[in-house]
């Protein structure tokens, strides 16, 4: 009986969590990926200490990031697991700096063989306008059968401060998320497909399973929303946005300047 009541507890945790909307995540980067794996497995390949397909190897394989740091998964006292990953990106050559510092800071929730939350805070360093928000992202993963998940990612956008350049921010981040989630998708689905089947696992059901996958894959490509923001659009608006306020700044300057030496001669006169 306790051991009924406690897992009656822990699901009605992960449903909380499911349906939490606080804060407001108001967008979808994956929507329900269903992947050929156990809870377990994913874990074990994505996210573990020393992952083989982990998420600073993506960053730095496939999005160019490079000084990555990841420290190890560390218990906290509510349960949940936390770790930091540092990491420069670069920026396009000729606008302001060629890269900026980033920190990405996760905490990991398992909720028994229900699933498990991942909720990441990732914030931008030396960048205009950088100071103003960061992107918050949160990842469900359940079990949809004996040897399969469905992944779902959501995020927002998050401003600490006031900017006239929160539409933009918020344009270019969303854009930029969906690149971000759309290639690590195709690398989840791209290193499942290695992976031995279990043997429980029948034919028709293995097929269905890759036909479900590679069906959203191709679903996302149309359509997706998800987190991260344009470096390259966005460093690019920052200085045109600093040229264009400096050069009105000297207008103005000429303008006063021109108004004195007027204001001047008709006084000598």
Known sequence: ADTI??????????????????PPYNETSIDTLVLPCTLDEFFALFLANNAPHSIDKYQRDSIGDSE????????????????VIHFRHPLPSGLGP???????QQCFRRFGDFGFCLETVTSVKGVIASDCF???????????GETSVALT???????????????????????????????YANMLNTSLKDKEPDEE?????????????????GEQDVSKSSWYWSFEIFSTF??????????????????????????VSTLQE
């Open 201 to 217: 696992m029948d034919e028709d059901e293995l097929k269905q399973h890759t036909k479900t996958t590679d069906t959203i894959a």
């Open 5 to 22: 009541s406690e897992e009656a507890n822990v699901q009605e945790e992960w449903d909380l969590v499911k349906s939490s909307n606080d």
């Open 134 to 144: 960061h992107v918050l992202d949160k990842w469900l993963v359940e079990p949809t």
């Open 238 to 263: 920052m200085w045109l946005c600093l040229m264009i306020g400096i050069a009105l700044l000297l207008l103005q300057m000429q303008n006063k300047i021109a108004l004195l030496e007027n204001q």
């Open 153 to 183: 990612v959501k995020h927002q956008v998050q401003f600490t401060k006031r900017t006239l350049l929160k539409r933009v921010i918020q344009n270019t981040s969303n854009t930029e998320a969906h690149k971000w989630y759309k290639g």
């Open 68 to 83: 990555l740091t990841v420290s190890s998964w560390t218990t906290v006292p509510d349960g949940s697991h936390e770790r």
């Open 98 to 104: 060629d890269s900026a510092f980033a920190e990405r």
